[in-house]
């Protein structure tokens, strides 16, 4: 569900995955790609499916410095390379690999139907798979059971990487949840699709009717974006984030750990964030987690909220149990920094090189 860019230096890439039972850690040095964690698929790519407590050397994977971006999923790994060209590897039950097959793999492995086709960025769901191409063009594979491949007349997996038709104009940003997906255009339009977040959405929502982006199986325009301009988009297990070229951050989804920084259970429609949330800074760059958010300011300042009982926020919150929506007074005793609102890491202020932990629910 996450997903890291090389930074400009080209020091290191550091992702960490996790979703429910299934956590694993994929370091990938420029000089060593060194990966380590859970390992039930393979999805570290070292040929076996032991867990790896420490980080051991992969070999024969790919010439030493060409790692672009990296993701994983449920229990699936993908790596673009420099070249555009996309590794895969670990659980493949629904052809989340888009290797024309459905056994695990426990090597990374070029996903040869893709061979000659450039490789932008990739996102993995739970057990699908989205990949956007240089040119602008969306493809996916893997399950389809909750209308998460954008193809709502297709079969119910998919095991080669087939375009999205009907995203039509050129993507900039990909995203994927549990079980739904998004895209960002270059005119700033967002797009979602999969039926993941309706069951929730349903129940927390009571008596109101649900915007037509979550419960569509092809790329529905997500609505109350209209005034804005999106640069990129994100998702976590069961929310969804879209950042706008003006420095702003609107959320939507589940709000059950607190990751939208509201007061609602459930946002069927997005919500920005307020500024004074961030000190009033613009937002540069954000980060989603399974149940989390990181967001860095114009100034470098890095906030985190969400889940944090794992300790993924950084920092010491005021744990409780779920997220309950009654709103906290910060001058009652005991109130002190809430995990549902974004909080600044001084320790990480001007950092060029974010390492995202997801970890497990």
């Not at 400009?8 to 964690?37: C, M, R, Y």
Request: charged share 15%; with cysteine; proline share 4%.
């Amino acid at each position: 569900m996450v997903e890291k860019e090389v930074g400009e230096d080209k020091t290191f890439i550091a992702v960490k995955t996790s979703v429910l039972q299934n956590e694993h850690v994929l370091k990938v040095l420029l000089l060593k790609n060194q990966p380590a964690g859970a390992n039930s698929y393979g999805q570290l790519g070292l040929g076996h499916k032991e867990d790896v407590l420490s980080a051991q050397q992969l070999s024969d994977f790919c010439k030493s410095g060409c790692i672009k971006r990296i993701t994983g999923g449920g229990g699936h790994s993908a790596v673009v390379t420099d070249e555009g060209s996309l590794f895969v590897c670990g659980l493949n039950k629904d052809g989340q690999l888009g290797l024309g097959h459905t056994e695990e793999v426990l090597y990374f492995t070029p996903c040869k139907s893709l061979l000659g086709c450039a490789i932008q960025q990739v996102a993995c769901g739970w057990d699908f798979t989205i990949i956007l191409t240089e040119n602008g063009q969306v493809l996916s594979c893997g399950s389809n059971s909750f209308g998460q491949l954008g193809v709502p007349h297709g079969p119910r997996r998919c095991v080669i990487p087939q375009a999205i038709e009907l995203l039509r104009e050129k993507v900039v940003s990909i995203a994927a949840g549990l079980r739904h997906a998004l895209a960002a255009t270059a005119s700033g339009t967002v797009f979602q699709w999969g039926t993941g977040l309706a069951s929730s959405g349903r129940r927390l929502c009571p008596g109101q009717t649900l915007p037509l982006f979550l419960t569509a199986k092809e790329p529905s325009t997500v609505t109350g974006l209209e005034n804005s301009q999106a640069v990129c988009v994100l998702a976590g297990s069961d929310h969804s984030a879209s950042l706008t070229d003006a420095g702003e951050l609107y959320v939507w989804g589940s709000n059950k750990h607190g990751q939208l920084a509201s007061q609602a259970a459930f946002l069927l429609l997005p919500q920005r964030i307020e500024a004074r949330c961030f000190q009033n800074e613009k937002i540069a760059a954000v980060w989603s987690g399974w149940t989390h958010l990181v967001a860095q300011t114009v100034t470098g300042k890095v906030f985190t909220w969400g889940r944090a009982d794992y300790g993924q926020l950084g920092r010491t919150v005021e744990t409780r149990e779920g997220w309950e929506s009654e709103k906290q007074d910060p001058s009652l005793p005991g109130s002190g920094p809430q995990k549902g609102t974004p909080s600044c890491l001084p320790c990480l202020t001007g950092v060029t090189e974010n390492a995202q932990d997801v970890v497990v629910r």
